[in-house]
């Protein structure tokens, strides 16, 4: 589903990097990353070749210098973040030619702290649960609007703080991912034609994580706050959607296109990156 494949001048897959797009697909990498790891693989195809090298031929001093171009020089930099996900690609993709025997190993070192090729970052989260109130303060003073002594906030510069507040309390109450939740729509909550449903049971599928289909229970709390939403603020949202749709089909003229395709071209040859069906 949505597995790249890198293809020659001639449309040929290139071996064994679409083997590996192959092989990380099996193992359950979502679509997302896989695309994403795919331009990361262009980028440093493209940065080798513009030096007469290849990924055999690549030292530690290449890499890092991939690093610097990705993060410093590039038209488009990166932060922290996405460049260590760009290491996690091509870490995962020199430990997979070494496994081949494509290559001896991986051309950077080790450090005492881990791998040289990372920003160094500690992702480890630490996580500090909130009370009851410290969540009841985050979501109606940060989202909703409110000021802490329950008034309202007249200089709140934010959007919609009914739906805000009901987005915040779907999150936590179901559990919900946010590209499951931010999908949802109406009729999946039962509330269509006027009704409203005391709870609800959510069944995901293309929406969930690796598009396994679960069920998600929604509580009375979560179905009570969509009820200010619904009432106050969602007519506003479509009669001005509406409108907008109406001028886009008289006075627009949109053209859209499909698939994604990226390309590296040096010494060793020219690659197309594509996405086969799915």
Known sequence: MGTPILLDEAMRPVEPLSSWFRVIGQQGLDAKTMRAYAYTVLMLLNFLAARGLDL????????????RWRREDAEETVGEATWDRDAAATGGLYDYLAQVGYVSGRPWRMTGRGESLGSGVSRDPRVRHMELDQYLFFRDVGFGGLEPGGGLDLGFRGWRPHRNRSAVELALMTGMRIQEWSTLLLPELGLLGGRRPAVADVDLAACAKYGRPRSVYVPRDAMELL????????PGIVATAQRSARCGARCATCSWSSGSTGTASGSAGSWRASRSPG
């Open 56 to 67: 055999r031929l690549a030292t530690e001093n290449d890499v890092l210098e991939f690093r």
């Open 227 to 234: 009820e200010a939403y619904l009432l106050l603020e969602r």
